[in-house]
């Protein structure tokens, strides 16, 4: 059974830093995407960052582009997202999602955490 655990979510000011983890297990994921999605209350659920399976490609949206980097440790089936000069539009649910894709689309992703809340104060 695939089990994403994410952490790392909390409550920090405009302009700090926040790094989410996402573990992975029941499977090898070698042949999977890792990605990040975030969902703000009252808007449409956002790809933030995807870590391809195919080699060291990565995807960040141009909303977070520049402030946040995506990256996977492959043996440990882990991914992570390091977040630097949040914003309070930041705020959202971060989801980790796993799936045998390279798009960058919700719902080619099988697999999802259960979330982690990540707020912004301004």
């Known amino acids: 059974q695939v089990q994403l655990v994410e952490s790392g979510g909390g409550l920090v000011q405009a302009g700090d830093s926040l790094r989410l983890s996402c573990a992975a297990s029941?499977?090898?994921?070698?042949?999977?995407?890792m990605g990040w999605l975030r969902r703000a209350p009252g808007k449409e659920r956002e790809f933030v960052a995807a870590?391809?399976?195919?080699?060291?490609?990565?995807y960040i949206a141009d909303s977070v582009k520049g402030r946040f980097t995506i990256s996977r440790d492959a043996a440990k089936d882990t991914v992570c997202l390091q977040m630097n000069s949040l914003k309070p539009e930041d705020t959202a649910v971060y989801y980790c999602?796993?799936?045998?894709?390279?798009?960058?689309?919700?719902?080619?992703?099988?697999?999802w955490g259960q979330g982690t809340q990540v707020t912004v104060s301004s």
């Open positions: 870590s391809f399976w195919s080699g060291d490609s990565t």
């Open positions: 029941g499977r090898s994921f070698s042949t999977y995407s």
């Open positions: 999602a796993v799936g045998r894709t390279a798009r960058v689309r919700a719902g080619a992703y099988e697999h």
